[in-house]
Structures are given as C-alpha cells and as structure tokens.
C-alpha cells in the first residue's frame, strides 16, 4: 500500500526565506521527523490563511502533504507563539541563537524528540527571563548531550581517573575535561576552574527551572559562555553567525564587563 | 554560452534550467533586444547610487522625493528595501520623507546593524527638524526586531516614534488569523 499523502506534525519554525512570486520556504523541526524544510505556497500574500502562522520561534501544528521535491505545507496553527519574548531585542536574539544551533545540529528525516523538547523548554526559560544567559548555558550542554556530544565532566578522558575538587583542564576535541597529570598535545586544551565545573555538573543534573536560578559572578558567567560556546561551535564545524549580535547587545547592556 | 547559464544562475530563485532556458531565449532574440539588455544591465550599474538623504537607489542624488521642497521633512518612514518606498508612494497617503535601510538585522544570516543604513538614519534622525519616526519595517520576527533596536538607539528623548498598525488586511479572515494578529487587531479597533 502506498504510504499517505498528507501527514501532520508539531514543529518548532525556525526560518524562512522568499520562494519564487510570493511563497516562503520554511525550515522547521518536528517532534517526529527531525528537520524539515518545506513549502508554504502563497504564503507572503497578507491574505494568504498561513501568514502569522509561520514565523520563526513559534510552535504550530502542521498538516503536510509530500510534494515530488519538497514537502507542501497545507495548514499551520499555533500551538505556541511566544509572544512576550518577540517583545523584547535581547530575548529575540537569544531565540535567534537557539534557532540557530537547533538547524546546524538537527537533521533532517532523523527525529529527536529530546531536542525538540529542550528547545521549547528554552524558549520558555528565556521568556520568563530574557536578562540571563543561564538557559543559553543549559541549552548548549544538553543540545549537546541529545545530539550524542556530551563532554565528559565527571572523569579524566585521558586516563579515565575520577576528578579531584581542583581546577582542570577542557578540550571539546578530546570529549571533556582533563586532569592536571595529562598533558596531551591538543590545540584545543583550555583551562577549567573548578567553580565551571561544578557548575556545569549542575547544569547536566537539573531541570532548566532549577539551572536558571543560578546566578554566576560576571567572570564565572564569561567563562562557561567561552566555553560551552566554542564547544558547540567546534562540533558544529563553523562559527555561530547569530552569537555577533547577542554578543554586541549583551556589550551595550554590561559595558563594565568587556572593558 | 556556459558562461552566460553560469551567470544568470547566480540570480536569485533562478536555477540551473531556468538559467539554461533563459540563455537559450537571449540567444534568439533579435540582436536590438539583446544589446539593449546588456546596455540596460551595463547602465544600471554605472549610473545608479545611493541618494545621500533617503539611501534609496536613484540616478541622482538627492532623489525626487528627498529633493521636492513639498514633502513634510519633520516625518520620517524607515522601511525596509527600495519597493517599499513605492509600495508606501502608490497609497498617496504620506507625505514625508523615506529612510531605506536595504535589509533587516538578521543574526542567522550574518546581517547586523553595521550592514545595513542604519548610522545614516541615525544622523539624520539628530536633526531636531525631525520630530516622528514612522518604522514601518515588515510585522515579521526580523522587521520588529529592527524596529526595537532603532528605538533603543535613536538617541533622543524628544522623537516620537510610531509604527504601522497591526491587525487584518483587507480580504483576510478571522477564522484563519494568528492570535499575535488578531490580539493587536483587537487592541487597534477604531470607532466606526
């Protein structure tokens, strides 16, 4: 029997760009199928019965049809639009980012529930407060972690040794964290004070609520930014475009901090 | 040939075979047809620049608008790209002047502020002549955003600055509307 022709779905929306006179193609993850990029067919009409629905960081149920190259979206609802954060600059960069790293680590036809769930879940965290970067941190850990990345934090990769309560070493290319007594030859080692690593344990135990009670020092704040950030840019394969941006609000908001 | 198909491919929303069956038509147009399209190509791109007031495209600046002593100077509409201006000019109902900022900010494609026309807006904005700002950028994610940084960067305390109503379009439907729409619809209803 053939498979059906129409198909729905939940999808987070994370982009779009113009398609020929007046549709959009739109890149979306679902619960169910991973990424997808399909066709919203007169959707850049203002009075076409997809617009409002399809714009990026909202949640919306989908019906679909499979088209000879690319799907067809038939109908969109939202689910969820998240509409207090595309209030604010700061959180709709933060959105942006998660957007972002959820299309660079998102396959298509490969579904992923846990990440679709996590970003959701940050998007929420980010709304609820839009001032701290602490649902970016754990954002970046578990995307990790639900995309089979996760560093080691409770061993030594090298010689597998329990780590003792002391600063250490970390290195995304060698999968986590390094004792002192290894000193492998690897550009991408980089000090790990035990305040990080510690906070990082915690963000790999608790809930998003929990993590972002967490209010780190701006210098412990800096640090699990750097590294987390270049960890995720390193397995990524490529620099992270929508970071510039968040980086330059979050300078004009906190000046003291980057003098 | 190859050169011409590798050419036009490079055009957005034109792929390989368009690029081919467009090739194949210039190919068979009379020799008139073809020439005044590269002269056209040719002209457009030594002769157009952009104006030193709106930013708009034009082939000299200042552009009609920003040069006619008849337009409102104390109003100014940012939008988006240069069809904008001409969508806002078809509906004859402003009478100010446009600033075009060629773009949106857009982190994931690598578009920041510093891309777009933005510090020109910004000093042309200092003059106290100008007393509203109209940000009339698309309802979308990227259009408001660039409206919020507009307003949190314009620098003055003084300006007011407004932008288009949100709600349905003519010809839309309630029963197919989003709720952001539909809420700002509501929270726009006029007396009738």
New interface residues.
Partial sequence: MAPPRTYRCEAIIL?YTP??EADLLVTMFTRDQGKVKAVAKGARR??S?L???L???TVVRMSMAHGRNMDIISQAE?IR?F?EL????TA??KG??L??LV?GFGAEASANPGLFQLMIDTLGAVEADSASDMPLRFFELHLLQVSGLMPELYHCVECRNELEPDAHRFSPNMGGTLCLDCSPDDAHLRPLSLRALKVLRLLDRSEIVESCRLSPDDGLAAELKSLLSTTVSYWLGKEI??????E?LNKESHPEVYI | MARLVQELNRLP?IGPKSAQRLAYYIIRLPDEDAYALADAVTSVKQNIVYCEGCQNLTDASPCQICADPRRDRTILCVVEDPLDVLAMERTRSFRGLYHVLHGV?S????I??DQLKLKELFIRVADAEVTELVVATNP??EG??TA??IR?HQGRDDLKITHLARGL?????LE??????L?RAFQGRQEI
Wanted: glycine share 12%; hydrophobic share 25%.
């Fill in positions: 982009g398609l020929r203002s009075t019965k617009v409002g629905h714009e990026p960081l939202v639009s509409s595309k209030e604010d600059l709709i960069a942006q980012y957007a972002e299309d475009r929508s970071n510039s941006f968040l330059r | 929303g900010i982190p994931i494609n690598g920041g502020p979308t994610l408001e955003a919020m940084y949190r379009p003519v010809g839309g439907s197919y509307s989003d709720e952001t729409t809420s």
